[in-house]
């Protein structure tokens, strides 16, 4: 069966929802009527959530939901038992006080890896749709990067609460990104079963000539 893959951080995990299953992207899963595969882990950085993805089990037929994070968080692969995890504030000072955090650097390491994970998805072929979940990395994308397929983006009215919160969402914020996907999902849907009906005519019809 085709599955539904998340990728991010805690906000697609569904951190202080009332149900894990209640997120936009389970959400998202159930109405199209596929297996939920969710990948996200609580405080990822944009190059830990690109680390899901090309650990993932992605096919062809599946669909994925990727919420890119904030652009200040990165991950590192530590010596020792901390291992892969994001740059803590309260330690790790040698990276704070020695790497420029200004807002243009720190978007151009996220643009690498998002650039990145477009560069996967399109070689899989799978349907996949990319959002945010902060107004400065969806304003940077949206207005000002040139090198992002923008048609494979949801971009979130302004004064949306995922992308303006100054906590966790909770269940009504996660159903009305639901419901803004939801369209937008039924119709790939839709385009990739019409398309796959097509290419298994055109194989029967060349396996009669």
């Known amino acids: 069966m085709s599955r539904l893959h998340a990728f991010g951080d805690s906000f697609t995990y569904g951190y202080e929802l009332s149900d894990s299953n209640l997120t936009y992207s389970a959400l998202s899963a159930k109405h199209l009527n596929l297996d939920y595969v969710c990948h996200a882990i609580g405080y990822s950085a944009n190059n830990g959530i690109l680390k899901q993805i090309k650990l993932a089990d992605i096919r062809k037929q599946d669909t994925c939901l990727i919420m890119w994070s904030y652009s200040i968080r990165f991950a590192f692969m530590f010596a020792g038992e901390k291992g892969y995890r994001t740059i803590e504030k309260d330690e790790d000072r040698w990276w704070w006080e020695n790497v ?8 151009d390491r996220t643009m690498d890896s998002i650039l990145a994970a477009q560069t996967i998805f399109k070689s899989i072929g799978c349907n996949y749709t990319f959002l945010c979940n902060n107004i400065e990395l969806q304003d940077e994308i949206q207005y000002n990067s ?16 995922m992308i303006n919160s100054k906590g966790h969402p909770l269940d009504d914020v996660h159903r009305d990104v639901f419901n803004i ?14 398309d796959s009906s097509v290419s298994r005519m055109q194989d029967n019809s060349k396996g009669e000539v």
């Open 181 to 194: 996907l939801k369209e937008r999902l039924t119709k790939e849907w839709k385009a990739r079963i019409k």
């Open 146 to 161: 040139k090198w992002l397929d923008k048609s494979k983006w949801l971009f979130l009215p302004r004064n949306h609460e």
């Open 100 to 107: 420029d955090h200004e807002p243009e650097q720190c978007l």
